[in-house]
């Protein structure tokens, strides 16, 4: 039995094929087009997939749709209606394109697929829920998911056993943590839907001192982690903003302007917000916990894609063992569609466990070796191949060793937004100038961004304060106490920014100004590749840790193809590129005659 799963026309469009309640491919559409955050159909995405499988569009049994566009249009039309006058200019700009495409998907997917199959819908959080148990190792569990908003819900939880989930309780719209953290991230002058991890990584630099007025004014938290959004202070319902004039007056001013300099205000307010947001998160898993009676949790939705609200919700011990889906958001919703339908609808047991079931998320294109030297040729551009893993692990771990930057592009490309080590940008950890560097030099990107450390799995609890697997770069955790470095009176008295360039432990380049890091756990099953790297550079260093980030520049999706791996290195300021078993150094290549403007093209993101 074969199912394509599909999300679309919101944002992060994906398509998914599952055969027998087995993953084979899944995609993001913005690696194929190069428009970040795609919304449009995922045709390139669904073609990959069909290929991928070695099938025709029309050897499928069904396709999967990840939520329903009659309920999703039902809430716009009653939200307009509720607050009309205001929010004329939204209606008119919506309904249009709902009544020209969105009400008449099922025309359209076949359409696009070009096959005349069964299409089913589910619901958008049944779509999340699914996302995250089904590929779980737990044969129960209580699930939650937490979002902007899917139809009318925002949030959800139940109970997942064997081949059914149930949802037992939903927080509807206007009423989302989801909404609100992206409220914030407007308000600090990011970009909704694509901002919200500046906001979390830029917190750290700020103190929690609106907390309390966000608690006062904004939202009605209760205990059970219900709570209501005082629409006052925002505009998201009928308005062109995220917020309103009154939240103006409330923080002491409008928000910020987009590249303008960011304020300890900026920085208190990032803060505020995600402290309140790991409060609201809690105190779900407190009462799903209890309802449920349930030792195991799993999590889908954007909100789950928050590292540092896992590590905490992991650390309170509330549950023994959390499971996150790795493509968390709407993207994950194609994956998520096609499992509801395979075990809800067609009534289908949950294969046999072995190992991995997502396959450490490895699930888009590959290329071969000489497929990359066809390119390569096309560019007239020298390189090494080596003949064996070992030869250029070895040889890649001497030039990280020297300080040198790599583009890392191996194997399957990943299934949702982070970069784990097959489509990765990386660099050593023990550099003190490597965060600089790399955001200034090669990301173009802000200063006070942080990086995540790679690590080789059996020796995580060495470095950093966690006790289980981080695989999908889901987690936050302290670096080790006795890897930290003693900070002078000095600089424990710097404020916001100024602590950026204090190194606070042997591994500098991955440890944010509040001793944590958001980790990935490097296994031998899933990626032995990128395992054997780390090896090397341990054997070499003595450290099995490396900087990971994805490969790409800051408003570029991470590169999909060795074309496009080849352009970003030749753009940046990267020393090393490794396709596969070829390596690639900077000084040997050709001058570069691409376009000298392409960073103003993507200077917003």
Same mark, same amino acid.
């Given at each position: 039995?074969?199912?394509?799963?599909?999300?679309?026309?919101?944002?992060?469009?994906?398509?998914?094929?599952?055969?027998?309640?087995?993953?084979?491919?899944?995609?993001?559409?913005?690696?194929?087009?190069?428009?970040?955050?795609?919304?449009?159909?995922?045709?390139?995405a669904v073609e990959f997939c069909l290929k991928?499988?070695?099938?025709?569009?029309?050897?499928?049994?069904?396709?999967?749709?990840?939520?329903?566009?009659?309920?999703? =249009?039902?809430?716009?039309? %009653?939200? @307009?209606? !509720?607050? &009309?006058?205001?929010?004329?200019?939204?209606?008119?700009? #919506? $309904?249009?394109?709902?009544?020209?495409?969105?009400?008449?998907?099922?025309?359209?997917?076949?359409?696009?697929?070009?096959?005349?199959?069964?299409?089913? =819908?589910?619901?958008?959080? %049944?779509? @999340?829920? !699914?996302? &995250?148990?089904?590929?779980?190792?737990?044969?129960?569990? #209580? $699930?939650?998911?937490?979002?902007?908003?899917?139809?009318?819900?925002?949030?959800?939880?139940?109970?997942?056993?064997?081949?059914?989930?149930?949802?037992?309780?939903?927080?509807?719209?206007?009423?989302?943590?989801?909404?609100?953290?992206?409220?914030?991230?407007?308000?600090?002058?990011?970009?909704?839907?694509?901002?919200?991890?500046?906001?979390?990584g830029l917190a750290p630099y700020g103190e929690?001192?609106?907390?309390?007025?966000?608690?006062?004014?904004?939202?009605?938290?209760?205990?059970?982690?219900?709570?209501?959004?005082?629409?006052?202070?925002?505009?998201?319902?009928?308005?062109?903003?995220?917020?309103?004039?009154?939240?103006?007056?409330?923080?002491?001013?409008?928000?910020?302007?987009?590249?303008?300099?960011?304020?300890?205000?900026?920085?208190?307010?990032?803060?505020?917000?995600q402290e309140v947001t790991e409060e609201i998160?809690?105190?779900?898993?407190?009462?799903?916990?209890?309802?449920?009676?349930?030792?195991?949790?799993?999590?889908?939705?954007?909100?789950?894609?928050?590292?540092?609200?896992?590590?905490?919700?992991?650390?309170?011990?509330?549950?023994?063992?959390?499971?996150?889906?790795?493509?968390?958001?709407?993207?994950?919703?194609?994956?998520?569609?096609?499992?509801?339908?395979?075990?809800?609808?067609?009534?289908?047991?949950?294969?046999?466990?072995?190992?991995?079931?997502?396959?450490?998320?490895?699930?888009?294109?590959?290329?071969?070796?000489?497929?990359?030297?066809?390119?390569?040729?096309?560019?007239?551009?020298?390189?090494?191949?080596?003949?064996?893993?070992?030869?250029?692990?070895?040889?890649?771990?001497?030039?990280?060793?020297?300080?040198?930057?790599?583009?890392?592009?191996?194997?399957?490309?990943?299934?949702?937004?982070?970069?784990?080590?097959?489509?990765?940008?990386?660099?050593?950890?023990?550099?003190?100038?490597?965060?600089?560097?790399?955001?200034?030099?090669?990301?173009?990107?802000?200063?006070?961004?942080?990086?995540?450390?790679?690590?080789?799995?059996?020796?995580?609890?060495?470095?950093?304060?966690?006790?289980?697997?981080?695989?999908?770069?889901?987690?936050?955790?302290?670096?080790?106490?006795?890897?930290?470095?003693?900070?002078?009176?000095?600089?424990?008295?710097?404020?916001?920014?100024?602590?950026?360039?204090?190194?606070?432990?042997?591994?500098?380049?991955?440890?944010?100004?509040?001793?944590?890091?958001?980790?990935?756990?490097?296994?031998?099953?899933?990626?032995?590749?990128?395992?054997?790297?780390?090896?090397?550079?341990?054997?070499?260093?003595?450290?099995?840790?490396?900087?990971?980030?994805?490969?790409?520049?800051?408003?570029?999706?991470?590169?999909?193809?060795?074309?496009?791996?080849?352009?970003?290195?030749?753009?940046?300021?990267?020393?090393?590129?490794?396709?596969?078993?070829?390596?690639?150094?900077?000084?040997?290549?050709?001058?570069?005659?691409?376009?000298?403007?392409?960073?103003?093209?993507?200077?917003?993101?």
């Amino acid at each position: 039995m074969r199912i394509l799963g599909i999300s679309a026309f919101y944002h992060d469009s994906a398509a998914c094929l599952i055969e027998d309640g087995q993953v084979i491919a899944a995609a993001q559409e913005e690696r194929f087009t190069r428009k970040r955050h795609d919304a449009a159909f995922p045709k390139q995405a669904v073609e990959f997939c069909l290929k991928q499988g070695g099938i025709h569009a029309e050897q499928l049994d069904s396709i999967a749709f990840y939520d329903k566009p009659l309920l999703k =249009f039902d809430r716009i039309l %009653e939200t @307009h209606l !509720a607050f &009309a006058p205001r929010g004329l200019r939204t209606y008119m700009m #919506a $309904v249009p394109l709902w009544i020209a495409e969105k009400l008449w998907m099922p025309t359209v997917i076949s359409r696009e697929v070009a096959a005349n199959k069964p299409i089913l =819908f589910a619901e958008h959080h %049944e779509s @999340h829920a !699914a996302s &995250a148990f089904f590929p779980s190792p737990f044969e129960s569990a #209580a $699930v939650l998911t937490v979002d902007g908003v899917g139809e009318w819900a925002t949030s959800s939880y139940g109970v997942g056993r064997g081949n059914k989930i149930e949802i037992l309780q939903e927080t509807r719209f206007p009423h989302s943590l989801g909404l609100l953290y992206s409220a914030f991230t407007y308000f600090t002058g990011f970009k909704v839907n694509s901002g919200e991890y500046k906001v979390m990584g830029l917190a750290p630099y700020g103190e929690p001192r609106y907390a309390q007025t966000i608690l006062d004014h904004l939202i009605d938290l209760k205990e059970d982690g219900s709570f209501a959004v005082n629409l006052d202070y925002f505009d998201y319902c009928a308005g062109l903003r995220m917020t309103s004039d009154k939240m103006n007056t409330l923080f002491g001013g409008p928000p910020r302007k987009v590249e303008s300099a960011l304020t300890q205000r900026e920085m208190d307010l990032a803060r505020s917000v995600q402290e309140v947001t790991e409060e609201i998160i809690l105190r779900m898993a407190r009462y799903v916990r209890i309802t449920t009676g349930e030792r195991h949790l799993c999590l889908a939705g954007g909100v789950a894609l928050n590292c540092v609200a896992n590590g905490k919700l992991l650390r309170s011990g509330i549950f023994d063992d959390i499971y996150i889906q790795p493509a968390a958001g709407d993207a994950g919703g194609a994956l998520g569609a096609a499992l509801a339908v395979y075990h809800h609808h067609h009534d289908q047991p949950r294969p046999a466990r072995k190992g991995d079931w997502q396959r450490g998320s490895y699930l888009g294109p590959e290329y071969s070796d000489a497929a990359v030297a066809d390119m390569l040729q096309t560019k007239s551009a020298p390189s090494v191949l080596h003949k064996d893993d070992d030869s250029l692990c070895a040889e890649v771990s001497r030039l990280l060793a020297e300080d040198k930057v790599a583009g890392w592009f191996q194997g399957r490309m990943e299934f949702g937004p982070r970069a784990l080590g097959a489509r990765s940008i990386i660099g050593d950890a023990r550099s003190p100038e490597m965060q600089k560097k790399m955001n200034l030099k090669i990301k173009y990107r802000e200063s006070f961004r942080p990086f995540a450390p790679a690590v080789l799995a059996e020796k995580v609890g060495e470095w950093f304060d966690i006790d289980r697997p981080s695989p999908s770069m889901l987690m936050v955790a302290d670096v080790k106490k006795e890897k930290q470095r003693t900070m002078t009176e000095d600089e424990q008295k710097l404020w916001g920014i100024d602590k950026l360039n204090v190194p606070r432990s042997e591994i500098p380049a991955v440890t944010h100004v509040d001793y944590s890091a958001r980790l990935q756990t490097v296994h031998r099953e899933t990626n032995p590749i990128f395992h054997k790297l780390l090896t090397h550079f341990d054997q070499r260093t003595g450290c099995p840790v490396l900087v990971n980030t994805s490969f790409n520049v800051r408003g570029e999706p991470i590169v999909e193809s060795p074309e496009q791996a080849y352009i970003c290195f030749m753009r940046t300021e990267m020393d090393v590129l490794v396709l596969g078993h070829h390596v690639l150094l900077k000084e040997d290549q050709p001058a570069w005659q691409g376009d000298e403007n392409w960073k103003t093209e993507f200077a917003l993101d």
